[in-house]
């Protein structure tokens, strides 16, 4: 696992990573048409309620530059970054 941002040292990111690797296998790489990228706004939408209540948007964010398995890809005009996820550290 990688190093976890100072800021998330006190949320459980276990936890987390087993709701974001469920959401992205079952809603991405299991999706018949969908690709392997997701947008970190549409992540955070997907899985806020399932999460620890002190993650912000921007906190998911670092949640998600932190990843093994999301690599950053582009940055949309919303400010919503794209990741590509690997499935290989998916796992």
Known sequence: MTDIPSQLQTFDIEATDDVVKRHLRSA??????????????????????????????ELFGRFCESRPYLEKWSRGYGGSYRYRILVQELR
């Open 28 to 57: 991405y790489i299991e999706h018949p048409t969908r690709g392997p990228y997701v947008k970190s706004r549409a992540l955070y939408d997907a899985v806020e309620a399932d999460i620890d209540d002190r993650f912000s948007l």
